[in-house]
């Protein structure tokens, strides 16, 4: 089993950044692959960024690319999502996610993934 728990969600002025967190248990972090994908009200969770076990291999949603960092750390079992010159369209429930004994392969479906965190609220006000 593998528990993710997001944070540093929040509210945040357009143009401004923030900082999501998402630490995993278990000793199968540095086995997998990660992403980030958000849902806004009344919509589809949609992918947003992913990365490989060693962090060799990333790839973003075009509507985040050169705004948004993904990046890990599998030392502390965290995989971070760095977020700049956020949009209101930005607004969302932020969910990390986990593919285990992934190695080499950016995975952005959803159903690609086999475990889930609570997510995290991002606000951004216009």
């Known amino acids: 089993q593998v528990q993710l728990v997001e944070s540093g969600g929040g509210l945040v002025q357009a143009g401004g950044s923030l900082r999501l967190s998402c630490l995993a248990s278990?000793?199968?972090?540095?086995?997998?692959?990660m992403g980030w994908f958000r849902q806004a009200p009344g919509k589809e969770r949609e992918f947003v960024a992913t990365?490989?076990?060693?962090?060799?291999?990333?790839y973003y949603a075009d509507s985040v690319k050169g705004r948004f960092t993904i990046s890990r750390d599998n030392a502390k079992n965290t995989v971070y999502l760095q977020m700049n010159s956020l949009k209101p369209e930005d607004t969302a429930v932020y969910y990390c996610?986990?593919?285990?004994?992934?190695?080499?392969?950016?995975?952005?479906?959803?159903?690609?993934?086999?475990?889930w965190g609570q997510g995290t609220q991002v606000t951004v006000s216009s």
């Open positions: 996610a986990a593919r285990i004994n992934s190695y080499y392969s950016v995975y952005r479906k959803s159903y690609e993934y086999d475990y």
């Open positions: 278990g000793r199968t972090f540095s086995n997998s692959a």
């Open positions: 990365i490989t076990s060693s962090g060799g291999s990333i």
